[in-house]
């Protein structure tokens, strides 16, 4: 059996497939750039929607050249306009056919967002897009899980999830539990949520 020359090998790991990064605060920007340094692979297409701007604490945006007063997402665009298109939008009951892909990878937080989530998995359910959710962020040094949602314990219970498939990332810690949410916890969820993206797109 001849052995494959190197230069073509190289040539079959290229970026491929599509994802939807719903949300762009502290933990979505992450996603996004973790997503973009991996190398001889990857996602083709990164989409990224969040209607809100850059402040003053968004330190983690203005770590990475976020100017305070840019929309989070037309940073995350002028980064790496190549492979980023950042849409200055919420992902709301209204206009989930924004959400496009081969992965969504939802990071939305504050509030109630069950409802929007739930919004989310019933149609990317319907049109085929695996997804990625949070399952609590807080924790001082908690360990991050990775697990079907439907047998998760923490925050996503909430949500009644009955059927399997959406995967969640997260310590399991609730905001009333007290504790912050560290740069090293949302470092490691994204970490998680990238290696689960990256096994979906790997099959493409």
Not at 66 to 78: L, S
Not at 141 to 147: G, I, L, N, P
């Amino acid at each position: 059996m001849q052995r494959e020359n190197v230069d073509d090998l190289e040539k079959k790991l290229i970026p491929k497939g599509e994802v939807s990064v719903i949300g762009c605060g502290r933990l979505g920007i992450r996603v996004v750039m973790d997503l973009l340094e991996v190398h001889r692979g990857g996602a083709q297409k990164i989409y990224v929607f969040d209607n809100a701007k850059i402040d003053k604490n968004d330190i983690i945006h203005r770590k990475y050249g976020g100017e305070v007063g840019e929309y989070k997402v037309k940073f995350a665009e002028r980064f790496f306009s190549d492979r980023v298109v950042g849409v200055a939008e919420n992902i709301t009951l209204n206009n989930l056919n924004l959400i496009k892909g081969d992965v969504a990878i939802v990071c939305i937080a504050g509030g109630d967002t069950a409802p929007i989530r739930k919004g989310i998995l019933k149609y990317c359910e319907k049109n085929s897009i695996k997804t990625i959710g949070t399952n609590g962020v807080f924790g001082i040094d908690e360990k991050v899980k990775v697990s079907d949602a439907k047998y998760a314990n923490g925050p996503v219970q909430y949500m009644n999830i009955k059927e399997e498939g959406h995967i969640v990332v997260g310590t399991g810690r609730f905001i009333r539990d007290g504790e912050p949410i560290t740069p090293y916890t949302l470092d490691e969820i994204s970490k998680k949520m990238v290696i689960e993206c990256l096994k979906v797109l790997n099959k493409k």
